[in-house]
């Protein structure tokens, strides 16, 4: 008889509060099978709260989080995490290399430090977001595209098996944002599972293969075709209406209810 396989990711009754007012609450997610998974909701809804309070940046009121099946503090280093640029230090004294080769410290003894196996690493991954010539330059001289891009070859060198994404796409050109969906892509066929929040309805179907919609409180979560619906949407959204083609049941646009 075989075993089970473990969940990749499980939340139970998550609950995340700020000043006492609950922004989330009773949050029950189960991912099963690699995948690309969109976290979608209007502005305060919680998506990014979502992320961070599963990744242990925020504190949680009631709940728990598995990464295949143990704690977060367990299994660190096969967990990676591309922060909103927003939240990050662009005028730190480090170049583009720097900022990658961290990636590679968790799986170092903490008396060592990176090697020619580790630059080589972070060769390839800069290499895969089209940023070896920028290698040496400092992220604050870098355009939006090329950070986002930076902090994608870092989660690559890490080696993860499970990525979580706040907002990738935010601030960046579409040829940027094509790219990073084909290296998304990339990783899920070498069975990585990608969790992005995402704020573009209109890219959802053509990127994604699950979706996770979230307004304070879980609305649908599950393959797009089964929850990426008008019905869905509504609830999600409230006084605004994506409509859906018949035919594809395709997204067109948005428009307030009347």
């Known amino acids: 008889m075989s075993t089970p396989a473990v969940p990749i990711l499980e939340v139970h009754d998550l609950t995340v509060s700020y000043h006492h007012k609950p922004v989330l609450w009773n949050i029950d997610l189960q991912l099963d099978e690699p995948s690309l998974i969109a976290i979608l909701g209007p502005n305060g809804a919680g998506k990014s709260t979502l992320l961070k309070a599963m990744l242990g940046l925020l504190p949680i009121v009631s709940g728990r989080v598995d990464f295949f099946g143990q704690p977060l503090s367990r299994v660190r280093q096969r967990v990676g995490y591309v922060p909103q640029r927003e939240s990050v230090d662009w005028e730190f004294p480090v170049n ?40 040496d330059r400092q992220i604050g001289r870098l355009s939006g595209g090329q950070q986002q891009r930076t902090f994608l070859a870092r989660a690559l060198a890490q080696r993860a098996d499970l990525y979580f994404m706040d907002e990738p796409m935010a601030g960046v050109d579409a040829a940027t944002e094509q790219a990073i969906f084909s290296l998304l892509h990339i990783l899920r066929k070498e069975g990585k599972t990608v969790v992005v929040v995402h704020h573009d309805l209109r890219t959802v179907e053509t990127y994604f293969d699950r979706v996770i919609l979230v307004n304070t409180h879980l609305i649908a979560a599950g393959s797009v075709e089964e929850s990426f619906t008008t019905t869905n949407l509504q609830k999600a959204y409230g006084g605004r209406l994506a409509l859906l083609d018949r035919a594809g049941d395709r997204l067109q646009s948005e428009r307030p209810i009347r």
């Open 96 to 135: 583009v290399r720097d900022v990658v080769v961290m990636g590679t410290y968790g799986r170092l003894k903490w008396y060592q430090r990176p090697g020619k196996a580790e630059y080589a690493l972070v060769d390839e991954c800069l290499d895969q977001v089209g940023l070896t010539s920028l290698a």
